[in-house]
């Protein structure tokens, strides 16, 4: 499995340098939520709006929340979509460490984005686990 075999959506949350660059740099095919909409528009834009969007396009999604799995309107979005979300478990980590941990676990991303969704899975240091999505 190669980074090109999948297109992916980047919530605001992780931030538009760090990461993004860093997983380019790694061939990664991505686009951000500021390069597709804007910065202004971006940060007023619902997570159920971009999730929606993002999975019509075909691309995974990355966030930096994995709440969105028990939040009642993002679950709901991600079941509506068949959504194939990946959530950073840890908001307080810096980019380089959240590139770090994508890049660690690239082949087991790739690995699960193959399959459909919907689902949402933790990317962690060291692994990627299935979150419960709320309603199951």
């Excluded at 538009?16 to 990664?28: C, E, N, T, Y």
């Excluded at 909409?37 to 929606?52: F, K, L, R, S």
């Excluded at 709901?76 to 941990?101: C, H, I, K, M, P």
Aim: proline residues 5%; charged residues 30%.
């Amino acid at each position: 499995m190669t980074a090109g075999s999948h297109r992916f959506f980047i919530d605001r949350g992780i931030g538009g340098r760090i990461v993004p660059d860093g997983l380019r740099a790694r061939g990664w095919e991505l686009v951000t939520m500021n390069e597709r909409y804007g910065q202004a528009v971006g940060e007023g834009m619902d997570d159920p709006d971009w999730i929606a969007e993002a999975t019509e396009r075909g691309e995974v999604c990355l966030c930096k929340d994995a709440a969105i799995a028990r939040r009642p309107a993002e679950a709901a979005a991600v079941r509506a979509a068949s959504a194939r979300v990946f959530a950073l478990t840890n908001a307080n980590v810096s980019g380089a460490t959240n590139l770090e941990w994508l890049l660690r676990n690239e082949a087991r991303i790739f690995r699960r984005a193959d399959k459909p969704g919907p689902f949402v899975h933790g990317v962690y240091a060291d692994d990627v686990r299935p979150l419960p999505l709320r309603g199951d």
